[in-house]
T-cell receptor
Framework: DQQVKQNSPSLSVQEGRISILNCDYT??????FLWYKKYPAEGPTFLIS?????DKNEDGRFTVFLNKSAKHLSLHIVPSQPGDSAVYFC????????????????FGTGTLLAVQP | KAGVTQTPRYLIKTRGQQVTLSCSPI?????VSWYQQTPGQGLQFLFE???????NKGNFPGRFSGRQFSNSRSEMNVSTLELGDSALYLC????????????FGPGTRLTVT
């Protein structure tokens, strides 16, 4: 049962254009979402996160949008650069009943982004 | 500030053996989580330690275990290795719980032959 889904295994974009990576989730208890970038044989690198109380968070070229009603989030990279070529993972953590949260990250399957010069 | 470090980076073991992997978190971080990455299953949560206590555990058999020391360094152990245990094992550290970013180390590539 895949609770976090990235339905596009790959995406190719021209340098300078916008890259849009999508992620869907099924668990309504998820309340914090993160995007990671990963190169082969390396650990994931944290990019940006968003709490469920927000619908947008921006950090430089990276913007994450959250649509709670649709259980959907997206990562926008503008402008895309060749160095952005990597696998991008969406991840989520779950709120706990007493108001806390867990550090258990549930990852999507990843989207391979290729930015063409 | 130094990042998360993992040792060793590469390891080759024989089926039936056991292995211990080590992780040193970012200074000041008290939470350490472990993940397994395989081509078939993707990135999966193994367990999390906070202040030397296991706080959360994923769906892995009891052959996978871990511990955390008073300096927050963590080790994970896999006993009776199986071919399917071949994977990239990643450690992540965090300063808090849940709504805090987790920072990953470079991983240990384990190959079981």
């Amino acid at each position: 049962d895949q609770q976090v889904k990235q339905n596009s295994p790959s995406l190719s974009v021209q340098e300078g254009r916008i890259s849009i990576l999508n992620c869907d989730y099924t668990n309504s208890m998820f309340d914090y979402f993160l995007w990671y970038k990963k190169y082969p044989a390396e650990g994931p690198t944290f990019l940006i996160s968003i709490s469920s109380i927000k619908d947008k968070n921006e950090d430089g070229r990276f913007t994450v949008f959250l649509n709670k009603s649709a259980k959907h989030l997206s990562l926008h990279i503008v402008p895309s650069q060749p160095g952005d070529s990597a696998v991008y993972f969406c991840a989520a953590t779950e709120a706990l009943g007493y108001g806390g949260a867990t550090n258990k990250l549930i990852f999507g399957t990843g989207t391979l982004l290729a930015v063409q010069p | 500030k130094a990042g998360v470090t993992q040792t060793p980076r590469y390891l080759i073991k024989t089926r039936g053996q056991q292995v211990t992997l080590s992780c040193s978190p970012i200074s000041g971080h008290r939470s350490v989580s472990w993940y397994q990455q395989t081509p078939g299953q993707g990135l999966q949560f193994l367990f999390e330690y906070f202040s030397e206590t296991q706080r959360n555990k994923g769906n892995f058999p009891g052959r996978f275990s871990g511990r955390q020391f008073s300096n927050s360094r963590s080790e994970m152990n896999v006993s009776t290795l199986e071919l399917g245990d071949s994977a990239l094992y990643l450690c992540a550290s965090s300063s808090g719980q849940g709504r805090y970013e987790q920072y990953f180390g470079p991983g240990t590539r384990l190959t079981v032959t």
